[in-house]
Structure formats: C-alpha cells, structure tokens
C-alpha cells in the first residue's frame, strides 16, 4: 500500500501564492505516477495537475496552466504543487494521487488540504 498526506493548505487572498505538498510512504514512491485533484463545494472533483515517472511529464488543467506547477523529489518521495496568481476559483479541498507508471489510473489517495482564497 501507499499513503498519501497533503500539506501545505490554508487560508489566502486573491493573487497569493501557495505550496502544497504531498508525502508519500509504504511502497516505493519512485514508480508511480502522481497527480493532484481538486474538489470544490457543489462541483465534481476535477483533474489540476499529473507529473509522470518516466520522463517527469507534466500536464495541468487549463484553468491552471501559467500559474501552477508540479514537480517531485524522487529523493524525498514527495511531490509538490505551487500554485501562483490564486484565484477565488481556486478554492477547493485538494487531493494528491498515486497511480502505477504506465497506466491512466489513480489507485492511491491522500486525505485532502484545504485551499481557501479570498478576495
């Protein structure tokens, strides 16, 4: 098994900026992909950002692009999340995610960070 906690959340204003952070344990953190959700009150938790093992890839949603970044330390098994220009839209309970390299699913979830920004 592998658990996931985020770090990191809290309470900013509009155009602040934010690091979370995304420590892994219990199975080698090196081979799997990771990725962050984010889930908002009334909305579907939707897809923000994905670095992948093999070549450190990373895709984000285009809501994000220019503002956050994913990047990991293998080294640290952590992954992290800076998040630039927050937005009010941006507020939401987000979630780190763990999936086998090489294939399109999630298998692993972290218990959530709330984000709250302000304006």
């Known amino acids: 098994q592998v658990q996931l906690v985020e770090s990191g959340g809290g309470l900013v204003q509009a155009g602040d900026s934010l690091r979370l952070s995304c420590a892994a344990s219990?199975?080698?953190?090196?081979?799997?992909?990771m990725g962050w959700f984010r889930q908002a009150p009334g909305k579907d938790r939707e897809f923000v950002a994905g670095?992948?093992?093999?070549?450190?890839?990373?895709s984000y949603a285009e809501s994000v692009k220019g503002r956050f970044t994913i990047s990991r330390d293998n080294a640290k098994n952590t992954v992290y999340l800076q998040m630039n220009s927050l937005k009010p839209e941006d507020a939401a309970v987000y979630y780190c995610?763990?999936?086998?390299?090489?294939?399109?699913?999630?298998?692993?979830w972290g218990q959530g960070t709330q984000v709250t920004v302000s304006s």
């Open positions: 670095i992948t093992w093999r070549r450190s890839s990373t």
């Open positions: 219990g199975r080698t953190f090196t081979f799997y992909d």
């Open positions: 995610a763990a999936g086998l390299a090489g294939r399109n699913t999630y298998d692993y």
